[in-house]
């Protein structure tokens, strides 16, 4: 027979590895109940404990792991979009159809419009797709005057930009459409030849014989449509006429009211 101290050795060491059996199962009974989520419904793709991963990762560094975030960033915020072009090559597409019931613009037609001129964002591979930044609008109580205004004004006979004026032709009322203004060609606002003004009196105040800067504000064609109304949408469009930018347009109806 076995020493009483060894039997009572015995004893207790069945009685941890029966108490660590129980606790190891009880364990792998609630992970499975933690993993089904829903009685009777198998967990979503993907999930499982550790911070809600099962999967191995895609990277192991953190740079590369940056790396595929931006990439994944840069797909999502820059799919291109179908668009059409105007005779002289501006680009557009309807972000909203309209109803061609309720009116399409022809050359000639009067159309009642609210408008955002806005700049192109950086991840914007076609020129129209993807966020922008306004720079002046009418109708959308962003800038002065009221939300509800509209620019009222005939399409296709050199009101409006080129870009514009070629690009509006065919919208249908309650359409939203997106049309790029580019710079050169005369599409947008910019003055063809030598437009920038001497400013002298920069070489004068700074002493530099001869030296001077030019007005860059005077080479914007004021009479083209749209223009910025208040004085602070003015000064950001006088930094930017010149680049190419997005014109977002709301055909609210056709007709003088």
């Given at each position: ?12 060491r069945a009685a941890l590895v029966g108490c660590s059996s129980a606790l190891l199962a009880a364990a792998l ?210 930094r930017r006429f010149d680049e190419s930018l997005i014109v977002e347009v709301e055909l609210v109806g056709i007709?003088?009211?």
């Amino acid at each position: 027979a076995a020493p009483a101290g060894e039997a009572e050795g015995r004893g207790r060491r069945a009685a941890l590895v029966g108490c660590s059996s129980a606790l190891l199962a009880a364990a792998l009974a609630w992970g499975s109940a933690a993993r089904a989520l829903v009685k009777g419904n198998a967990p979503p793709s993907g999930y499982g404990v550790g911070k809600n991963l099962t999967e191995k990762a895609e990277c192991k560094f953190l740079a590369d792991c940056q790396e595929i975030g931006r990439k994944k960033e840069d797909e999502s915020f820059t799919k291109a979009v179908k668009y059409e072009l105007t005779p002289s090559g501006a680009r557009y597409y309807d972000m909203t159809p309209g109803s061609k019931e309720a009116g399409v613009i022809q050359p000639g037609t009067v159309a009642r419009l609210k408008y955002r001129v806005m700049r192109q964002g950086k991840r914007s591979s076609d020129g129209l797709s993807g966020e922008a930044s306004p720079i002046f609008s009418l109708g959308y109580g962003e800038d002065d005057g009221p939300k509800d205004a509209v620019l009222t004004a005939p399409v296709g006979t050199g009101r409006f930009v080129k870009a514009l004026d070629e690009g509006l032709v065919g919208m249908a009322v309650g359409a939203k459409r997106r049309v790029q203004v580019r710079p050169e060609s005369g599409l947008g606002w910019d003055k063809e030849g030598n437009c920038a003004e001497e400013v002298k009196a920069v070489g004068v105040v700074g002493g530099i014989p001869g030296g001077g800067a030019q007005n860059e504000e005077t080479c914007i064609d004021a009479s083209k449509l749209p223009q910025p109304v208040d004085f602070a949408s003015r000064r950001r469009f006088s930094r930017r006429f010149d680049e190419s930018l997005i014109v977002e347009v709301e055909l609210v109806g056709i007709g003088e009211s």
